[in-house]
């Protein structure tokens, strides 16, 4: 199992940019594929971005595809995800995950979430 911690989220204007970080500890972070979720206030928690353990592939959902970019440093077990081009719809608790499968975009794939981290995007 592969320990999570979010990081980086914060207010910021529509248009402004913010780098979110995922700390991860325990099983080997470089052998699994890492995912960004968020839930924004009274939606359910939807797929943002992934990117794979082997060639870091990288795949995104289409409301973030050329604004946000999802990358790893499997030397200090880092995940992140930069988001240029906020938009207030962008306003949710973003939260990273860790999967032995490279196709989930289900959260309920998922047993365990950490905190998150709150990202206010104002217009």
């Known amino acids: 199992q592969v320990q999570l911690v979010e990081s980086g989220g914060g207010l910021v204007q529509a248009g402004g940019s913010l780098r979110l970080s995922c700390a991860a500890s325990?099983?080997?972070?470089?052998?699994?594929?890492m995912y960004w979720f968020r839930q924004a206030p009274g939606k359910e928690r939807e797929f943002v971005a992934t990117?794979?353990?082997?060639?870091?592939?990288?795949y995104y959902a289409d409301s973030v595809k050329g604004r946000f970019t999802i990358s790893r440093d499997n030397a200090k077990s880092t995940l992140y995800l930069q988001m240029n081009s906020l938009k207030p719809e962008d306003t949710a608790v973003y939260y990273c995950?860790?999967?032995?499968?490279?196709?989930?975009?289900?959260?309920?794939?998922?047993?365990?979430w950490g905190q998150g981290t709150q990202v206010t995007v104002s217009s």
């Open positions: 325990g099983r080997t972070f470089s052998r699994y594929n």
């Open positions: 990117i794979a353990w082997s060639l870091g592939l990288t």
């Open positions: 995950n860790a999967h032995s499968s490279s196709l989930v975009r289900s959260p309920s794939d998922f047993a365990s």
